[in-house]
């Protein structure tokens, strides 16, 4: 079943802005990641924040993790054309073995 | 680089043909697992293994099979293909128990029934 959901599904912005994804979630999870799924391809894994972390960097992406709301945001900085995508975050709970939890996504379009 | 190879891109099939979806991965990987992806469902999980012949059922299991005979490959099977089978199939891997759990995905295939 999907648990993390993904706000907004589609994203538009201008290159050189900042783009923000948000992730909500229901249960309690182990660690939270953040992919990132070129159009007609495979998925590639951005960034992992595990439970008892807020905030983690990777280059342009931030990402943040607030148990309390079980919610997450992925920021990506000074957005660039490449960045169009769709991004998913994924939940490892902490009563699902190894599988991981997707969300439905969010369409990022970053315009030159 | 882990790499995750599936074994067709792109695959068209008549309805009720059997049909073979195969994935390998290169990194000794324990689990490995099969999506299918659909507009507006995200990824849904079908299968799982976390070792070989070893399997566990995900989401969606009903009209499909798995086997693995090898750790490092994974195959999903379509007893009978329908058309509401139609859809784009990601295969991944990941480290065991032990973690972190970030998987590693296939480019896809997308399989066509008609």
């Known amino acids: 079943s999907q648990q993390g959901e993904e706000d907004p599904q589609a994203l538009s912005i201008q290159e050189g802005e900042n783009a923000t994804m948000n992730c909500s979630y229901k249960t309690s999870i182990n660690n939270l990641q953040w992919y990132r799924q070129n159009s007609g391809r495979g998925l590639v894994h951005l960034i992992l924040i595990r439970s008892n972390e807020r905030e983690k960097h990777s280059g342009r992406l931030r990402v943040t993790l607030d148990t309390s709301k079980k919610s997450s945001s992925l920021l990506i900085t000074a957005s660039r054309a490449a960045d169009t995508a769709s991004y998913f975050c994924a939940t490892k709970n902490n009563n699902a073995g190894n599988m991981l939890t997707f969300g439905g996504g969010t369409r990022l379009m970053v315009k030159p | 680089d882990v790499k995750v190879t599936q074994s067709s891109r792109y695959l068209v099939k008549r309805t009720g043909e059997k049909v073979f979806l195969e994935c390998v991965q290169d990194?000794?990987?324990?689990?490995m697992f099969w999506y299918r992806q659909d507009p507006g469902l995200g990824l849904r999980l079908i299968y799982f293994?976390?070792?070989?012949?070893?399997?566990e059922k995900g989401d969606i299991p009903e009209g499909y099979s798995v086997s693995r005979e090898k750790k490092e490959r994974f195959s999903l099977i379509l007893e009978s293909a329908s058309t509401n089978q139609t859809s784009m199939y990601l295969c991944?891997?990941?480290?065991?128990?032990?973690?972190?759990?970030?998987?590693?995905f296939g480019p896809g295939t997308r399989l066509t029934v008609t």
């Open positions: 293994s976390y070792d070989v012949k070893m399997k």
């Open positions: 990194m000794d990987h324990e689990n």
């Open positions: 991944a891997s990941s480290l065991g128990w032990r973690g972190p759990y970030e998987q590693y």
